[in-house]
């Protein structure tokens, strides 16, 4: 069943003539009056009568007129509904985020897109880096926070670059060097946060052919700050991690170019929904605006 159909010829019965309903839809009054035989056409009913006068109900179109009024109307507040989801007004997004992002920017960019488009809904589901870019290829979320590594099939949203930041207590030894190298961090106890399957800092030091003096392994970044605030050994964390949390310990940069590539991040090559590509577009220009400053 076409729509247009009934819609033509409710316009017709509004009207009460196929010529009047051809000059108002711009078309022609042949046009016009075969629609409506296709329509009588399609349930074998005559509907109208037509007449000199112009047109009028059958009994059979009298006793159909209040259905096929619905019908329209319940469709055209089906269409209604279609423009407000791509118009942002309904809708939902699910979210993965890690910690750092979730802490420091998520409330943020949540409460801002909620200000401009109050109905969305949001799901936000919590996981490391691998678990993050799984459930991007596995469409068990629309999108997520990243760290961009090269993973076939997800697309990336670059947002900001995160440098490494040594965490240690106060008067450690680290604190009289002026820069603090890679290989510095390998001479005291560390505590490793066990960051899942693409462990980005674990690798980091692996690569540079770097060997930890590994005393704990926790899987808990606040835990183990907490540990290097009891004197316990140091650490390595991201930036945004670390930004304006409340522990009597010193910090400094690492002395590298290496920098952690943030992103948002959705499945390449599928149809991503109107408001899925709004919110990672305002969530871009947030980092851009509201993220912490990087000193370099």
């Not at 699910?94 to 409460?111: K, M, Q, Y």
């Not at 897109?113 to 919590?126: A, C, G, H």
């Not at 316990?232 to 964390?237: A, C, D, E, P, S």
């Not at 590298?256 to 090559?269: C, E, M, N, V």
Request: proline share 5%; charged share 20%; net charge negative.
């Amino acid at each position: 069943m076409d729509i247009r159909k009934f819609e033509i010829f409710l316009d017709t019965i509004d009207s009460g003539s196929l010529t009047k309903t051809a000059q108002a839809l711009g078309y022609t009054q042949s046009a016009i009056s075969h629609t409506i035989n296709s329509l009588e056409s399609e349930f074998n009913l005559q509907l109208l009568t037509r007449s000199r006068a112009g047109v009028s109900l059958t009994s059979e179109g009298r006793a159909l007129l209040p259905y096929i009024r619905n019908t329209v109307t319940s469709f055209q507040e089906f269409r209604n509904k279609v423009a407000e989801i791509h118009n942002l007004d309904y809708g939902s997004i699910r979210i993965g985020t890690f910690t750092s992002t979730a802490v420091h920017w998520l409330p943020g960019i949540l409460s801002s897109f909620r200000d401009l488009y109050p109905s969305i809904q949001f799901e936000v589901k919590y996981g490391n880096y691998a678990e993050i870019a799984e459930w991007i290829l596995q469409g068990r979320i629309d999108c997520g926070f990243t760290i961009a590594p090269e993973i076939s099939g997800i697309r990336h949203v670059p947002l900001k670059k995160d440098r490494f930041l040594v965490i240690y207590p106060p008067g450690h030894p680290l604190s009289l060097l002026k820069k603090i190298n890679p290989s510095d961090v390998a001479n005291y106890p560390y505590i490793l946060v066990i960051e899942g399957d693409d462990p980005i800092i674990r690798n980091f030091f692996t690569d540079n052919d770097i060997h930890l003096n590994i005393q704990y392994r926790v899987v808990d970044d606040y835990a183990a700050v907490a540990m290097v605030e009891s004197g316990l050994g140091i650490t390595v964390t991201p930036e945004l991690f670390f930004y304006r949390l409340a522990f009597n310990v010193d910090h400094r940069a690492l002395n590298t170019p290496f920098r952690r590539q943030l992103a948002i991040s959705y499945k390449d090559h599928f149809t991503v929904s109107p408001v899925v590509t709004r919110f990672i577009a305002h969530v871009q220009n947030w980092a851009a605006d509201n993220a912490y400053p990087f000193d370099e």
